[in-house]
């Protein structure tokens, strides 16, 4: 998990930058083990922040506010289970009136389909609507496209014939059926080329990710798409003539879809698992 | 300035030429030079490829050319295509609406509807009648505002 590595060097650079403040005489009077417990503490508090977990935020500020700023007289007069406690009821207080439970779009019994306006389009039941779910822009519709008109039916590399394409034609090699992206800062795009794609799997920190689903066949029995973001951005352009279904977990961020996917029943299906921190994660249609 | 229009029945399309003779490199002639060279490249067919397909686009119908995986992706508003050039070989000969917005991308300004500008990171931009977006990075930015504005006083 890149986005959890980038916490946790995040974590040891405050601990290293705490122990440094101490032997330099900025924080003498600070334990090495509060200075520990800090930088454990800043890991969980990024953590919170991916989750939109108030407990994990505001537990460990506590401790970091009154354990070290205690040092300097600010919160003197407020003990560590007093702080700890009072983080406690204001987690509870900010989790009752902002928190979010995991949801759930199209999954479990309810399985179906996005509609063009972004409602449900299955058998049963509606799911509940996610944060920022349908609010995109028209985009071009998939229903004039077929499967078969777009299915890769030859080998990567090779004609229709089973002729070598020309060297110096820039063709792609095939991904595979399992596809890893991951990206930590900075920016990155993927063109995905698979004739029976299995699962794809975005794991980005900070950066900005774009993968385009390209010269792809998605496996018959379907395909998986799992995106953990932490701050970043990630967009995925998907061809319109897949059917779409999702369970996304976000926290401060935003999930979007533009465009339509595919209503036919007979297309494969890709089930996305979105877990999205403080970041954005776009899906196109198109 | 005299013009002077030589035909010569004997030349094929491809060895027609166009000398433009002075004795500065003056504004004048500089704008004859770009004009020219727009009437060139609009004539212009990339060979792009599909799988085993090989195709030919017009400029206009390109949205924005990309590098990424080792390969040149051309995005058109509905498909991408794959071409064998190098991208700074296709920025030297396609025309001037086409403006470089990163290291690895060049977009086509005629089809941008809005650019989203973002301070900390790369700006988004829009396309006509597409989902798909492009990201111009910071360095580049600038040249393609000035660029857009360039052909909003034009128009």
């Known amino acids: ?286 | 300035m005299k013009i002077r229009v030589e035909i010569d029945d004997r030349l094929n399309e491809d060895e027609e030429e166009v000398v433009i003779r002075c004795s500065s490199l003056s504004e004048e002639v500089m704008m004859l030079q770009k004009q020219v060279s727009e009437i060139v490249s609009s004539k212009l067919k990339l060979e792009v490829f599909k799988q085993d397909t090989v195709l030919y686009l017009k400029p206009e119908e390109i949205l924005f050319l990309e590098t990424a995986d080792n390969f040149l992706a051309v995005h058109t508003a509905k498909d991408i295509f794959s071409a064998k050039q190098r991208l700074y070989e296709l920025e030297e000969i396609l025309p001037s609406a086409f403006v470089r917005i990163s290291k690895s991308a060049i977009v086509n300004i005629t089809k941008i509807r809005s650019v989203k500008r973002n301070i900390t990171g790369p700006s988004e931009i829009e396309f006509e009648g597409t989902i798909k977006r492009a990201y111009a990075s910071r360095n580049y930015l600038k040249q393609l505002m000035n660029r857009l504005e360039e052909k909003r006083l034009n128009k």
């Open chain 1, 1 to 286: 998990m890149k986005a959890r590595r980038i916490m946790l060097g995040i974590g040891l650079l405050a601990l290293a930058g705490g122990l440094v403040g101490r032997k330099m005489g900025i924080i003498p009077s600070i334990p090495i083990s509060t200075i520990i417990l800090g930088g454990i503490s800043v890991v969980l508090i990024m953590d919170g922040l991916r989750h939109k977990n108030f407990f994990l935020i505001l537990m460990p500020l506590a401790f970091i506010a009154q354990r070290v700023y205690s040092y300097w007289g600010v919160f003197s007069s407020i003990g560590l289970v007093e702080a700890l406690g009072i983080a406690a009821i204001a987690a509870a207080g900010l989790t009752v009136l902002f928190g979010n439970k995991k949801k759930k779009i199209m999954a479990g019994k309810n399985r179906g389909y996005i509609n063009n306006n972004g409602s449900w389009g299955g058998n049963g039941a509606p799911g509940q609507p996610g944060r920022g779910f349908g609010g995109g822009a028209g985009g071009q519709g998939g229903n004039g496209t077929t499967l078969d008109q777009n299915r890769f039916v030859q080998q990567p590399g090779f004609t229709g014939n089973g002729e070598p394409i020309p060297e110096g034609y820039g063709y792609p090699d095939d991904d595979g059926d399992n596809v890893v992206i991951d990206n930590g800062f900075g920016k990155l795009t993927r063109y995905l080329h698979s004739s029976n794609l299995k699962k794809v799997k975005i794991d980005n920190g900070f950066g900005n990710c774009i993968v385009y689903y390209d010269n792809v066949y998605v496996d018959k029995d379907g395909s998986k798409l799992e995106i953990d973001n932490g701050f970043g951005q990630v967009d995925v352009y998907i061809p319109p003539f897949y059917r779409f279904k999702m369970k996304q977990d976000n926290g401060f961020g935003s999930i979007n879809i533009f465009g339509n996917c595919s209503l036919d029943p007979d297309a494969p299906l890709i089930d996305a698992d979105i877990d999205n921190g403080m970041g954005k994660v776009n899906i196109y249609f198109g």
